[in-house]
Each structure stands twice: as C-alpha cells, then as structure tokens.
C-alpha cells in the first residue's frame, strides 16, 4: 500500500534536527524549522485515505519512506502503531522516538532530518520539486 505526496524545497531548509522530520503543507519556512524538510506539500496526515491510516496503525506495520529529489533517493524505516492518531491537517512527522501526536505519522525512525544525506538536502534547499513515496510493509487486506 502506497500515497504519495509532492512538495518542493526551500532555501530554509538545513535538516539539523536530530530526532525527527517532517513535511507541511505549509508554504513557508522560517530558519526556525530545522526538522522540516519539505513545504507546500499535497497531503497532511489528516488526508491520507483511511484505509493506509488503519493499516498503518496495525501493530506489525513498517513504514518505508522514499524521498526523491534531483535525482537523488533516500530511504527511512520507521514503525506504524495502534495509537497513531493521524489528524493533523497540514503536518506529516516522522520521529526517532515513540512520541504520538495528531502531527506524527510515523515512530522509531530509523533517520531523523540530520541523517539525511547532505547531497539530498542541498537539492531540496534549491527549492526543487520533493517526491514523497509512504510505504507499508505490511498491509492486511480490508
């Protein structure tokens, strides 16, 4: 089971962040916001259809992120959970720790923004289209 998401890049982007990371639909970036990696994104959690969000919550799940940009692809694992609220209407926050908000789609991440590779970041940075793959490993069929 698959969504995917579009967003670009922005200047503000430094992906410092050392325990989490995080797509908006926001359209703006304050230096501030050293976890976001992407602005104007297509979808928040709120929008995700409600069957990836039941699937995602399933106790055996696994998420594989893809971000791609310049040509260049990165991939995160991160764990699903039956507690994932998955509400937020315009954030997507994938975290190192098991920290549950509406805005957290993802836990026990294996990269925060300051993993990422820094050839990947510097493409996002120039403001550059960002494709976002979300893949569950395990999917149950509803």
């Known amino acids: 089971m698959i969504e995917s998401i579009t967003a670009i890049g922005h200047s503000n982007v430094t992906a410092n ?18 976890c976001i990696i992407a602005i104007k994104a297509s979808k928040g959690c709120a929008d995700l259809s409600e069957c990836f969000k039941d699937n995602l919550r399933d106790g055996d799940a696994r998420l594989k992120v893809i971000i791609e940009c310049g040509g260049i692809s990165e991939s995160i694992s991160a764990s699903g959970r039956k507690e994932l609220i998955l509400t937020h209407p315009a954030d997507m926050v994938i975290r190192k720790s098991g920290f549950i908000c509406p805005r957290t789609l993802a836990i026990n991440s294996d990269k ?8 990947l970041i510097k493409e996002i940075a120039k403001g550059s289209p960002v494709l976002i793959n979300l893949e569950i490993d395990k999917v149950n069929q509803r």
């Open 17 to 34: 962040h050392k325990t989490t990371l995080m797509f908006t639909k926001e359209d703006y970036l304050t230096p501030s916001g050293d």
């Open 112 to 119: 925060a923004a300051v993993d990422l590779d820094v050839n």
